[in-house]
């Protein structure tokens, strides 16, 4: 346990510091690491299942019936509080400061975060931890003074009150295996979880919900303890799955019974009969759904199930870098319709994206209904895209088929290649198709096939390299059908045409 008036733990100059399972409180800086410019010295700091404190104080705040986790993005209506250790954050404290390299896991840091550089960001590798403000890593979460946290830290004891933020909220697969104890010689893991900090609580909380990717609630709320799965709560489940020996998949220590094989995992629906009957999700907080490895988002109930993105940039966001290394990798969305006034799905990976048996409507014209940068592939199936700025955008190949139809967009499908199969493409008032060549030359290639209608647009296809055009009908599109770079190929078809 380690205290000061300005400083906790000062390290100049110094090349590695390890602090474990303590507790650090100072007035003006908790743990401070600096290295001189002039020297070749990487510093670092790691701190493992410990409290650090600095320039709190105690706040007797208004009491409120509705509290926001602005990490969770998670709003619910809290019984009234009756502990009285609420804490506020003084400006200008720092819990970490320095130059060096930061590793914080399972620890509580209260106070700001800073790098003594100027103009530089603090080098911070966090996980599972509690801070004063959002830092981004897995697990980390933001203090929020509406509810217990410390059972009294203005007479310095920073073991955790009953229903504590902190408990059972870390990893305990990141709790070194010589840390069998608390700070307090109490058994360091004693709940679902770990806590957070350096003290292990005894209290035994709400009954944790099973993990589950089966959603069964239209709210936007990650709650562990409501008895209900939210969209969000089971695709955060689905990329934090570890498969056990016996065929389970464990989720922070806890489990749930294995859907499918390693790759099959699907997110469904199951409402209650009274949510069925107007089915829609809105994301709170302007936050998208981040789909952060391959996967499968299901519905296929009599129901129909609609996410409306509300403010969020988009209704999904697919992480960079998903599938990049896996051939074949797709994410799918089936039978999921999106409402949007920015962007429906947007995705940065090297995934392909399949979207099918449902409906993306924009509502103000802008963004893309599928923005896709780096996928395989795109793949519009049975599907209806409409409303937006651009229906389908994207620098790769995009495939539209089985009856799908793309109407009232700006651009109807903006791609580096383009497959029409037995679908529609009406009323973009722009360009229906817009086949480009990339900045390597390739592409610009547009078929349209087996009955497809391509009709009432500004221009019909616009394509930089050939168009084939079979058994189709291409017609009464306002600046003509066809403008081509390359050969434009007509079979059994009605067609406007006009080559470059």
Do not use: C
Request: charged share 25%; glycine share 10%; no cysteine.
């Amino acid at each position: 346990f380690v205290t000061g008036d300005d400083y906790g733990v000062y390290a100049n100059n110094v090349g590695n510091v390890a602090i474990t399972q303590s507790v650090v409180v100072a007035e003006e800086v908790a743990v401070r690491s600096n290295v001189d410019d002039n020297l070749d010295l990487a510093a670092s700091v790691t701190i493992e299942n410990s409290t650090v404190v600095s320039g709190v104080k105690k706040t007797e705040d208004e009491e409120s019936d509705e509290t926001d986790d602005s990490e969770t993005g998670d709003t619910t209506e809290e019984e009234e509080n009756d502990y009285e250790d609420k804490l506020e954050v003084v400006e200008g404290a720092y819990a970490l400061y320095g130059n060096a390299s930061f590793t914080v896991v399972n620890t509580i840091a209260l106070g700001e975060t800073d790098n003594s550089s100027d103009e530089a960001e603090i080098k911070l590798d966090a996980k599972y931890s509690l801070f004063s403000a959002k830092v981004d890593g897995e697990g980390n979460r933001v203090y929020n003074a509406e509810k217990p946290l410390f059972a009294d830290a203005e007479n310095g004891d920073y073991s955790l009150a009953d229903g504590s933020q902190a408990v059972d909220r870390g990893n305990s697969d990141l709790v070194a295996e010589t840390l069998t104890k608390d700070i307090a010689g109490n058994d360091r893991i004693q709940g679902h979880r770990v806590d957070i900090g350096a003290y292990e609580s005894d209290y035994d909380g709400p009954d944790w919900d099973e993990p589950s990717i089966i959603v069964t609630t239209l709210e936007d709320v990650v709650d562990d303890h409501d008895g209900l799965i939210s969209l969000r709560e089971a695709v955060e489940v689905y990329f934090h799955y570890s498969e056990l020996e016996d065929g389970s998949i464990d989720v922070s220590a806890r489990k749930f019974d294995k859907e499918a094989d390693e790759r099959g995992l699907t997110v469904t629906f199951d409402l209650a009969e009274a949510d069925q009957e107007n089915a829609v999700i809105t994301l709170a907080n302007g936050k998208t759904i981040t789909i952060a490895d391959v996967m499968t988002i299901l519905n296929n109930n009599e129901y129909d199930v609609t996410v409306n993105a509300g403010e969020a940039a988009a209704a999904f966001t697919v992480k960079e870098g998903v599938g990049k290394d896996l051939f074949g990798a797709t994410v799918v969305f089936d039978g999921v319709n999106v409402a949007t006034q920015k962007n429906g799905i947007v995705s940065k990976s090297g995934a392909s994206i399949t979207y099918k048996n449902a409906t993306i409507a924009g509502a103000t014209a802008s963004g893309a209904g599928i923005e896709a940068d780096d996928s395989f592939l795109v793949t519009v199936d049975n599907a209806t895209i409409t409303g937006n700025a651009f229906g389908v955008l994207s620098d790769s190949e995009v495939a539209v088929g089985n009856g799908s139809v793309i109407t009232k967009n700006g651009v109807g499908v903006y791609a580096r290649g383009v497959l029409v199969d037995a679908s529609t493409i009406s009323e973009n008032t722009e360009v229906g198709i817009r086949a480009n060549v990339d900045s390597e030359d390739r592409g610009g290639i547009a078929i349209i096939t087996n009955g497809s209608s391509v009709y009432k647009n500004g221009l019909g296809v616009h394509a930089d390299g050939d168009v084939t055009i079979t058994n189709s009908f291409v017609d009464e599109n306002v600046r003509g059908g066809v403008l081509a770079g390359g050969d434009v190929t007509v079979e059994q078809t009605v067609a406007e045409e006009e080559e470059e």
